[in-house]
């Protein structure tokens, strides 16, 4: 019997290969980081974007993807990033990289504010095809995650959950973490059901990554 949520197969190459042209290093490039709704950019291409818990790795799975080092950069204080982070990739798709949740030295007001304007574009970007959840392998789902879910489950924005920094956990602690995550997910009707696994430092899973992204349509 098939497990619920299983890792996404491997792609065919010619999949692999159309990500790659995607996601070639001179296709990408930062284009604005937005505090409100009215700057955001116009909804007239192919959108994906990335949540996650501060220090989840989404900067460096960004970079990763992309082939830019220095592309998103990481904050080295957790939360202290409030802005909706967008960069082009061609003149066919935004990346927009979220804010890092779950930090615990935000001043309040500040994390009302994010969670409005979360809100706000999670609910208003027809052009938003999918979220990529990440959740970090050494830690499972934690109710900061399932929060974001639950956002993303009533803005019926389908989203998928990227396993990151999986070099970092043994395979049998690693089969525990992905049942948990499997048994979370179960509750939510926005979850894509598979799930991707990878490591920005070791480069696994990023071509598929890449390939799902350039399937989207």
Not at 44 to 63: H, P, Q, W, Y
Not at 113 to 141: E, P, T
Not at 177 to 201: D, F, G, I, N
Request: charged share 25%; with cysteine.
């Amino acid at each position: 019997m098939q497990l619920p949520f299983p890792l996404v197969e491997d792609p065919e190459p010619i999949a692999v290969e159309r990500g790659r042209k995607l996601f070639d290093g001179s296709n990408s490039d930062f284009l604005k980081g937005v505090v409100a709704m009215d700057g955001l950019p116009a909804g007239d291409r192919l959108e994906v974007c990335f949540a996650g818990r501060s220090n989840v790795g989404k900067s460096s799975l960004i970079n990763a993807l992309t082939g830019r080092k220095g592309l998103a950069r990481a904050s080295n204080t957790p939360g202290r990033t409030q802005e909706i982070n967008f960069f082009t990739l061609t003149d066919s798709h935004y990346l927009v990289d979220l804010p890092g949740y779950g930090y615990a030295n935000a001043p309040i007001p500040v994390v009302e504010k994010w969670q409005r304007l979360l809100k706000r574009y999670l609910s208003g970007r027809a052009n938003l095809r999918r979220a990529f959840v990440l959740i970090d392998c050494r830690h499972g789902v934690k109710a900061v995650d399932e929060e974001i879910m639950s956002l993303l489950d009533s803005s019926a924005v389908t989203f998928q959950v990227v396993m990151t920094k999986a070099d970092k956990v043994k395979e049998k602690d690693r089969a525990k973490v992905l049942k948990q995550v499997r048994e979370k997910l179960a509750k939510h009707p926005a979850a894509y059901p598979e799930l991707v696994l990878t490591s920005s430092e070791k480069g696994d899973g990023i071509a598929t990554l890449r390939a799902i992204i350039a399937g989207l349509d």
